[in-house]
C-alpha cells in the first residue's frame, strides 16, 4: 500500500523549484553549451528542443505519475504498484544509478567549489599575471595541477558533501524545498546578470549569431543522437525523479509541472550558451567546442582576457558564473542524495539523520576514491578507464539509458488506464485531453529512441 500521510512539499511551487532544480545542473551550463559548440550552434538546439517535447516530457510525466500514485521513494515504488513481480529490481537499480552518479558527480562540484573559491579570492588575477608574462599555459597548468593534487580536490569534495548533507537531513520541507526556494531564483538572477553582461561584449553578435542562426549542414546524425542524450541526461532522467514526484501535492497537475520543469531546464541551458558563447567569440583563439576544458580552463582565459580593462568585472564576472555553477550543482546533488537517504530511510526503517549519515559516509569514501582516480590513482585502471571515468561511462552508456526503458514500459504497459486518468487528472480536478498519445510515445516511441541511445553509445561512441 502507499504511504498516504508521507510528509510532502509544502507548497506547489516548492515541489516544481526542488523538481527544476534536480534538473538543471552541470548538464545544463557546462555540457549542453559543448555540445552546441560541437554540432553547429542553433540547429543543434532546434532538435534538442524537439527531443524535450517528444521523448522528454513524455518520460518526466511517465516518472511523475509513478511517484505520485505510489507515495514512496523510487525503490520501493514499483513493488507498491507491482507486487510480487520482478519490476521491484527497478527501484533499486535506479537507486544504485543516483548513488553511482553522486559519487563522481561530487568530485566535479569539489572542482567547481574551488573554482569559486579561486575567484573570490583573486588567484585568476595571478594567473592572468603569469599570461602575460609568457607563460600561455598558466590556466591549463592551474587546473591540471588541482585536478592530479592528492589533497585540494577531496577538501573541496567533503565541503559540497557536507553542505548537500546539511540540507537533505534536514528533511523535504525545510531542506529540500527551502533551499530550493532560495537556490533556484539565486540561480536565475545571476542568468540573468550574466545574459546582460554578454550582450556587451564585443563578440556578442557573433555569438548570438553562432547560436540563433540554424546551419543543418553542421547537424550530423550523431548530433541528433546526441541531442537525445542531452535531453535524456540534462532532464534528470532515470535518476529517480520518481522520489520528488512522491513528495507532489495530490491536487498538483502533473503533466503542467513537468512542462514547467522542463521550460525552465531548457532555458537555463539556452541563457547558459548566451552567456559562454559571446565570451568565447570575444577572444581569438578559443574554440565553441572546446569540451570539458571550456568551463575549467578556456572560460577563466577569456574573463581574464576579455576583462582585462576592468579589474573589478574581471574579479566579479567569473565569482558570478562559477556561483551559478556552484548553485546549480548543489541542487542536482541534493537531488541525488535524497533519491538514496529515502530509500535507506524507508527501507530499513532509519531515521532520515542517521540514513543521511550512512549516505554521507559512503559517498565521501566513494568519492575520494574517484577524486584520487584523476591523480595519484591514475595508474589503476579498469577497462583502461579511471574510477572516475568508468562510473561516468557505465552509468551514462548503459544504466540511465536501461532505467529509462524500463520506466517507459512501465509507465505503458503496467500501469492501469485508471492509474493514468487518475494522475494526470489530478483526481478529476484538472483536465488532461493527450492521454492516448501519451501512452503511444511511452510504449512505443520512447522505448524505441532510448533503444537507438543505447546501441549508439555502445557500437559509436
Known amino acids: 500500500m502507499s504511504n498516504s500521510s508521507r510528509i510532502g512539499f509544502a507548497t506547489k511551487l516548492g515541489g516544481v523549484l526542488a523538481a527544476a532544480g534536480s534538473a538543471v545542473g552541470l548538464g545544463n551550463i557546462w555540457r549542453f553549451p559543448t555540445i552546441t559548440g560541437e554540432y553547429g550552434g542553433s540547429a543543434f538546439i532546434l532538435v534538442y528542443i524537439g527531443c524535450v517535447i517528444l521523448f522528454g516530457l513524455p518520460l518526466m510525466i511517465a516518472e511523475f505519475m509513478i511517484g505520485r500514485h505510489a507515495r514512496a521513494n523510487v525503490g520501493s515504488a514499483y513493488k507498491i504498484l507491482a507486487p ?4 521491484r529490481f527497478l527501484g533499486p537499480f535506479t537507486v544504485l544509478i543516483s548513488f553511482l552518479i553522486l559519487s563522481y558527480y561530487n568530485v566535479v562540484a569539489g572542482w567547481v567549489a574551488y573554482y569559486l573559491f579561486d575567484a573570490t579570492t583573486g588567484s585568476f588575477v595571478s594567473l592572468s599575471e603569469q599570461v602575460a608574462s609568457g607563460n600561455a599555459n598558466a590556466f591549463v597548468d592551474n587546473f591540471t595541477s588541482f585536478v592530479s593534487d592528492p589533497v585540494k580536490p577531496v577538501i573541496c569534495l567533503l565541503v559540497t558533501i557536507g553542505i548537500t548533507h546539511f540540507v537533505v537531513v534536514r528533511g523535504v520541507r525545510k531542506g529540500i524545498e527551502a533551499s530550493s526556494k532560495i537556490l533556484m531564483p539565486l540561480l536565475f538572477l545571476i542568468i540573468i546578470v ?33 541531442a537525445l542524450s542531452q535531453c535524456f541526461y540534462s532532464l534528470s532522467l532515470g535518476m529517480g ?12 497537475n502533473l503533466s503542467r509541472s ?3 520543469v522542463a521550460f525552465m531546464d531548457t532555458i537555463v541551458a539556452i541563457a547558459a550558451g548566451v552567456i559562454i558563447f559571446p565570451a568565447v567569440f570575444s577572444v581569438a583563439g578559443v574554440e565553441p567546442s572546446a569540451g570539458a ?23 566579479l564576472i567569473p565569482v558570478m558564473f562559477f556561483a551559478l555553477l556552484m548553485f546549480a550543482t548543489l541542487t542536482s546533488t541534493i537531488f541525488l542524495h535524497e533519491v538514496v537517504t529515502a530509500w535507506v530511510s524507508e527501507t530499513f526503517g532509519f531515521t532520515r539523520h542517521r540514513s543521511a549519515r550512512i549516505v554521507t559516509a559512503l559517498i565521501i569514501l566513494l568519492g575520494i576514491c574517484c577524486s584520487l582516480s584523476m591523480g595519484v590513482w591514475n595508474g589503476f585502471k579498469i577497462s583502461g578507464m579511471c574510477l572516475f571515468d568508468l ?32 494522475e494526470l487528472t489530478s483526481h478529476g480536478l484538472v483536465k488532461f485531453k ?12 520512447c522505448p524505441a529512441l532510448l533503444v537507438i541511445i543505447m546501441v549508439a553509445g555502445i557500437f559509436f561512441a
Open 84 to 87: 510480487n513481480t520482478n519490476w
Open 258 to 260: 513537468a512542462c514547467q
Open 241 to 252: 525523479l520518481v522520489t520528488y514526484a512522491s513528495y507532489f501535492h495530490r491536487e498538483a
Open 293 to 315: 576544458s571550456l568551463v575549467f580552463i578556456s572560460l577563466p582565459s577569456v574573463f581574464d582576457s576579455a576583462l582585462a580593462g576592468t579589474p573589478f568585472l574581471m574579479w
Open 194 to 226: 550574466l545574459v546582460i553582461f554578454a550582450l556587451r561584449m564585443p563578440g556578442a553578435s557573433e555569438g548570438l549569431n553562432f547560436i540563433f542562426q540554424p546551419d543543418f549542414s553542421k547537424l550530423t546524425g550523431q548530433g541528433v543522437l546526441a
Open 434 to 445: 493527450f492521454l492516448v498519445p501519451l501512452v503511444v510515445m511511452l510504449r512505443y516511441v
Open 391 to 422: 562510473f561516468d561511462d557505465v552509468t551514462t552508456k548503459y544504466m540511465l539509458p536501461i532505467s529509462g526503458l524500463l520506466v517507459a514500459i512501465f509507465a505503458g504497459w503496467k500501469l492501469t488506464t485508471r492509474q493514468k486518468w487518475v
